[in-house]
C-alpha cells in the first residue's frame, strides 16, 4: 500500500494494532527458544493467535518477526532460518489477514550500537535494511519498528526502511519509563522532536508500562510531536507467579484506559506485552469507530543531543571554544583521534551555561570520516549538550549527522543553490536546524544585499519540502577593527527579523584583533539581540557577554530557557 | 567705561598692560612694609612709575593696589589705612593715565579659603567687594584679579566684582607653574573652562613664569577659553644676588617671546615681577599695532572638581551611590555632620572608574544649608572627582554651587519654565552643565511628548543666554519591572540625540524591584549607547555595566576618556 491510502485511512478513524505475541504464545504454553521459531514449526498457533487479533477487530496484525533479524537469530544459533522465519511470518499473517493491515514487524538487533555497545551504526543499518527488504518483498503493507530503547539504533533501523522504500507506511516506536525516559537517556520530547524530522508516518510509544503510567508520557509525545501518533501499553505490570509472568490488567480495565489514548491524540491503539485477543475486542468495542482527535502540537523548535534537549526560542546559546583552526597541539591530538581535550571543552562550555557545542575540528583536509564519526561518539559518550556540527566538507558532515543522536544543528550552508540543497538534503535525511549564511560566494556589503540572498534560500528551502523553522540566518559579523561597520549585521537582523526569518551570529569575529573582546562582543550582543537576534556562537568564558544575553531577556520580560523540557502533568 | 567700549577695543588691537611695580619700587630702593603704603607715603614715587608705563607704551595702567584689600592690610597693621589706600591709588594713576586705561589691582586675602585655609567663602567675597567697590567708586575703568592661586577665592573675587557691577570690564588671572597647575592642584585647562562660564570679559594668567616657561601654559589656555585672553609673565627666575632678587631676562628677549603670545592668541600683554617700563616699550615696539589672532578654542566640555577635570564628551559615568535616601544610617551621619561614609563612597566610586561623583543627601527637610556646605567642602578637602550636585531644594543648590570649586553638574531641573529659569540662574552664576527632565510634573508616556518638552526647555536655555552644550536632557527610565516599556526611553533618546541634544539617564531605576538588576542595567545601557545616550548616573560596581560602556565605546571607534587633559607640546 502507498503512504498516502494509508494516511487516508489514518483520518478516517482511529485504528487498532493487535495485542502482544510474545507473552501471549507464553501463556497458551508454546515452549520455543524463541517465538519467532513458531512461524516454522507451529504455523497454525501463530495463524490461531492472529485470527483470534483479526476477529478482536484489529485493523492492523504485526508479523510475529519481532526478534527475527539476523543478529538475534543468530545469537540463538537460528541464523540459518533468518529467511524462512520472516517470509513464513508475513505469509501466515497475510494468510488469516482478511483485508486487514499486515505490518512487518522489527526491533532491536539485541546489541548496543556505538557508544553504548560495540556494533557500529552501519552494522546494525545493514541488519535492519536486510530484515526490510525481506518483509517488504515478502508483500507487507507498512513496517513498524518497536519496543527500541535507544534513539541512535532507532535511526538506523528507520534510514533502513526508507532506504528499501520511500513509499511503505512506517511506524517508529520506543519504550519509556514512567517520567518518559528511555534507559538510555533519552527523553520522549527527543524522542518527539526528532521523530518530526525523520521520514515516518507514525511516531509510537510502547512496552514497559501499564496504561496509567504511559498515559502522561503519550501526552508529551502528543504535544512535542507532529506525526500521527500510536500507543501500545503492556497490560499492567508483571507479577512473577511461580516461574510465570502474570499481567493483570483487565480487558475492562485496559479498554477504559485505552479511551484516554484517544482523547489525548492517539490515532493507532494497540497492546504490548500482557495484552491478548479479549484485551484487543475490549479496546474496540470501548472506543468504537471514532474521528482521531485534532491535535496542536508545539511549534516551538529544540535542539538535542541523546540525553540533553534545548528549546531555540528567546536565545540559544552556542559554545564557539572546539575549534581547531590554528591550535597546532588540539590539531595534533585530533589526527591522533585523541579526542580529550575535546570532551573537556564541551564540559566547560555547558558549566558555562551554553545550550549548544559547536564542533569545528578544522584541518579537515588531513582527517578522514572516521575522526568525524569518532568525535560525535565520544560526545555521546560523556552526554554532551546538542552539537552544532561546523563541517565544511560535505561527507564529513554526513557521517556526523549520521552518527549524531538528537536533532543538531548544521553549520553551515551558503545561500548558493548547489551548496545549499546539499545541506538541505542532510537535514531532511537525518533531522536537525540549519544555518544559512547569507552570502553566495562573497560576503554582500549591505543589509539589503545580504537579506535578499537570505530571501533567494527561503524560496529553495521551500522548494524543497524544509519547514522554515529549521532554518536560522546568519547575517555575518566582521572584523569591527578592519574598518566594518557593525550596524550592517545589526540592521542585517533586523531585515531578517521582520520577515519572521530566525538569526544566528558567529559573536567573536567581531572584535577580532582588538582589546577588550569580551567587552565589545557584549555591547554588540546587546544591540543585535534587541534587533531580534534568536542565537549565537560565542566564547561562554565571556561572564560579559552571558551576562548580557541574561539582562537582555529579562528586558524583554524572557528567562534564559531552562535545561530540560518539564513533564507536565496535565491533570 | 562700558564692557562694549572694552570689548570693541580687544577686537580692533593687541592691548598692552604695564609692567611690575613690587619688584620695580624694590629694584628703586623703597623700603616700605607693603608697597600699596606709598599711595600715602610717596605717591610720587607712584606716579614717576606710571608716567613711566604711559611713556612705555602701555594701554592699560593697574592701581598700586595689588595687597590693598582690609585682610591683608590688617596682618600688617594698616587696616586704617585701607579707604585712604585705595582712593589714592586710582587717583594717582588716573592723574598720569592721559587717555590711558585704569584698572583697579586686586589680589589674594593672604589667607586660604576652606578647606585649604580658614577662611569662609563669604568672608573672601566680602573682602573682595568692599575693596572693588572702593576701586569702582573711584572711577577705575575696569578691575583685574591678578596672581591668584586658590580657584575658589578667584571665584569668590569675581562674584564679588560682578555683584558690584554688572557693567566693570573684568580681567582673572591665575597664576600656574610651567606644568600648568597652580599650587592648589587646579590645571589651567579647569581655570580656562570654567572662566568660559563665568561672568569675566578676560581670562589671563601671569607671574610665576618667564616667558618660555609660560608659552606652553598659555596655548592651553587659548585652546581650552573662550573669552579674551591675557598674559603678563616675569623678566625670568629670581635669582638672589645678596638679599636683592634679580630678574635677568632683557627687555628685548622679553620682548620677542611676548610676541609669540600673540601669535597664540593673547588679546592683552604685559609684564609681571621683574619687569620694568623698559620691558614695556621693547615689548610695545616689537609687537607694535596688531590686529589679534583669531582663535578657535575647543567646543570640548568638560567637568571639573578643583583638580580632576573630566570630558563630557564619548561618555560620562556619574556614580549614584552618595544617594542617603532610605539609608538611615547614613542620613543620620549627614545630619551630624559626619561625612565620613560620603568620602569614602566618593573614593570608592573614583577606583571603579567614575568621571564623576553625584551627592544626593535625602532628607532635605531635615538638613540646613551649613550640611551643603560642608559636604562640598569635604569632598574638595580629599581632591574628589568632579560632583553632580543632586539637590531639591533651591536654596541648597545655590549653597552648594557656591561652595564647589570647579565646573559640576547641576541635577535637576524640570521642563517647567519657572523651575528651569531658577536652576539655569545658578548655572550662569557659578559655572557648570545642567540635567534637564524631558517632564513637567507628571511624566509624559510617549517619546514624542519627552521630545516635545525638551524642545520647549531649548527654547528658554536660548533666551536665558546659556549655550546648549552646557545642557544635558534626562529621557527618563522607568522600571522595566513594573510594566513599563523600556524602549520609550531608547527612542526618546534617539530623538534627542539627532536634534543634536546631549542625553543623560538615571540607568539603576530601571531594574527596580528586579532580580539581576546589573545584567539588565548593562544590557539596556547598551542600547541607550547605541541611541545615542552621552552620560549615566549609575551603579559602578556593577562590573557588567562599566564593561558595557567600554565595549560600546570601543564598537564605536572610541576609548574611554582619559582622566586628565593631556598637557600638549605645540612645537
Ligand atoms: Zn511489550
Ligand atoms: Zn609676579
Ligand atoms: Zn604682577
Given amino acids: 500500500m502507498k503512504r498516502e491510502e494509508f494516511h487516508e485511512m489514518l483520518k478516517q478513524r482511529v485504528l487498532f494494532l493487535d495485542g502482544a505475541y510474545g507473552t501471549e504464545f507464553f501463556k497458551r504454553g508454546y515452549k520455543v527458544d524463541l517465538i519467532e521459531l513458531l512461524n516454522v514449526k507451529n504455523p497454525q498457533a501463530v495463524a490461531q493467535l492472529q485470527k483470534e487479533y483479526v476477529q478482536a477487530g484489529a485493523d492492523i496484525l504485526l508479523t510475529n518477526t519481532f526478534s527475527a533479524n539476523r543478529a538475534k537469530l543468530k545469537a540463538h544459533g537460528y541464523e540459518e532460518l533468518f529467511e524462512k522465519i520472516n517470509v ?28 553504548l555497545g560495540e556494533m ?13 527488504q525481506l518483509l517488504i518483498e515478502s508483500g507487507v503493507d507498512g513496517i513498524i519498528i518497536e519496543t527500541m530503547s535507544d534513539l541512535k539504533e532507532l535511526k538506523a533501523a528507520i534510514l533502513a526502511v526508507r532506504d528499501v522504500s520511500k513509499d511503505i507506511p512506517l511506524i517508529a516506536s520506543m519504550t519509556f519509563d514512567a517520567n518518559g525516559k528511555s534507559v538510555t537517556g533519552t ?66 480495565e485496559f479498554a477504559i484506559y485505552m479511551r484516554d ?64 583552526s590554528g591550535k597546532k597541539k588540539l590539531q595534533v591530538q585530533i589526527q591522533q583521534k585523541d579526542f580529550s581535550t575535546i570532551v573537556q571543552l564541551a564540559q566547560e562550555q555547558e558549566k558555562e551555561g551554553c545550550a549548544v557545542i559547536d564542533v569545528n575540528l578544522g584541518i579537515e583536509k588531513l582527517l578522514e570520516k572516521d575522526h568525524f564519526k569518532q568525535v560525535i561518539i565520544e560526545l555521546d559518550r560523556v552526554s554532551a549538550l546538542p552539537l552544532s556540527l561546523d563541517i565544511q566538507n560535505l561527507e564529513f558532515l554526513e557521517t556526523a ?5 538528537g536533532r543538531p544543528m548544521i553549520n553551515s550552508a551558503l545561500a548558493r543553490e548547489d551548496h545549499l540543497i546539499e545541506r538541505l538534503k542532510i537535514l531532511k535525511r537525518y533531522g536537525g536546524i540549519l544555518i544559512v549564511l547569507t552570502m553566495e560566494k562573497d560576503i554582500p556589503k549591505t543589509p539589503e544585499e545580504r537579506f535578499k540572498l537570505a530571501l533567494k534560500a527561503v524560496e529553495i528551502i521551500k522548494k524543497e519540502g524544509v519547514d522554515l523553522d529549521r532554518i536560522f540566518f546568519d547575517p555575518l559579523v566582521l572584523p569591527v577593527g578592519a574598518g566594518n561597520d557593525y ?55 565571556e561572564t560579559t557577554t552571558m551576562n548580557i544575553i541574561e539582562g537582555m531577556l529579562l528586558l524583554k520580560g524572557k528567562e534564559l530557557a531552562k535545561t530540560k523540557v518539564e513533564f507536565e502533568d496535565p491533570l
Same sequence: chains 1, 2.
Fill in 487 to 541: 550596524r550592517v549585521t545589526v540592521k542585517t537582523i533586523e531585515l531578517l527579523n521582520s520577515a519572521g526569518l530566525k538569526t544566528c551570529i558567529g559573536l567573536s569575529n567581531l572584535s577580532f584583533g582588538m582589546p577588550e573582546r569580551e567587552k565589545v562582543n557584549a555591547a554588540f550582543l546587546a544591540l543585535c539581540m534587541e534587533a531580534g537576534l534568536k542565537a549565537a556562537i560565542l566564547n561562554s568564558k
Fill in 261 to 324: 489514548f484517544v482523547e489525548f491524540g492517539a490515532n493507532i491503539v494497540g497492546g504490548c506485552c500482557g495484552t491478548g485477543p479479549k484485551h484487543i475486542k475490549s479496546m474496540v468495542e470501548y472506543i468504537g469507530n471514532q474521528k482521531p482527535k485534532s491535535k496542536e502540537p508545539s511549534k516551538r523548535q529544540f535542539v538535542s543531543s541523546r540525553t540533553v534537549m534545548k528549546p531555540v526560542e528567546d536565545f540559544l546559546i552556542i559554545g564557539e571554544r572546539i575549534n581547531a
Fill in 88 to 115: 513464513e511470518a508475513v505469509k501466515i499473517a497475510k494468510s488469516v489477514a482478511n483485508g486487514r493491515l499486515v505490518f512487518g514487524d522489527i526491533s532491536s538487533t539485541g546489541s548496543f550500537v556505538k557508544p
Fill in 187 to 252: 527523553s520522549v520530547e527527543i524522542f518527539s522532536t526528532l521523530m518530526n524530522d525523520l521520514d515516518v508516518d507514525v511516531a509510537s510509544i510502547n512496552c514497559t508500562l501499564e496504561p496509567k503510567d504511559m498515559l502522561n508520557v503519550f501526552i508529551q509525545l502528543a504535544k512535542y510531536c507532529n506525526k500521527y501518533l500510536c500507543v501500545e501499553p503492556n497490560a499492567g505490570k508483571p507479577i512473577l507467579r511461580g516461574n510465570v509472568l502474570e499481567y493483570k490488567t483487565t480487558p475492562d
Fill in 401 to 405: 549527522a549520521k552518527e549524531y543522536v
Fill in 120 to 132: 557500529d551504526f552501519d552494522e546494525a543499518y545493514f541488519i535492519f535494511k536486510e530484515q526490510a
